[in-house]
Nanobody
Framework: QVQLVESGGGLVQTGGSLRLSCAAS????????MGWYRQAPGKERELVAT???????NYADSVKGRFTISRDNAKNTMYLQMNSLKPEDTAVYYC???????????????WGQGTQVTVSS
């Protein structure tokens, strides 16, 4: 069974930094595109950043220049370095990944359980 597990959330003051991690576990799969999404109370889930298997990245305008997405394919892990955090970054952050079963080449979309990021003013 494949799982995506996030870690690294927490409480930080405005201007601070946090690093989120998302580790994929399971057997006989390859990871395609991955991304971070977030959902603030009363709002819809929104894209934060994505990264392809080749390392191409895409960011929401609201986080450009402050957040950096990266991945370590050898460790099946994705990261989100968040700097210059603002109160409006407060949300539950979710890891998303498209995983391909190597035996069948079928692709599946997975979500992590979410990790809370709170930025105090």
């Amino acid at each position: 069974q494949v799982q995506l597990v996030e870690s690294g959330g927490g409480l930080v003051q405005t201007g601070g930094s946090l690093r989120l991690s998302c580790a994929a576990s399971g057997r006989r799969f390859a990871i395609n595109a991955m991304g971070w999404y977030r959902q603030a109370p009363g709002k819809e889930r929104e894209l934060v950043a994505t990264i392809t298997s080749g390392g191409s990245t895409n960011y929401a305008d609201s986080v450009k220049g402050r957040f950096t997405i990266s991945r370590d394919n050898a460790k099946n892990t994705m990261y989100l370095q968040m700097n210059s955090l603002k109160p409006e970054d407060t949300a539950v952050y979710y890891c998303n990944g498209v995983l391909v079963q190597t035996a069948t080449n079928w692709a599946y979309n997975y979500w992590g359980q979410g990790t809370q990021v709170t930025v105090s003013s």
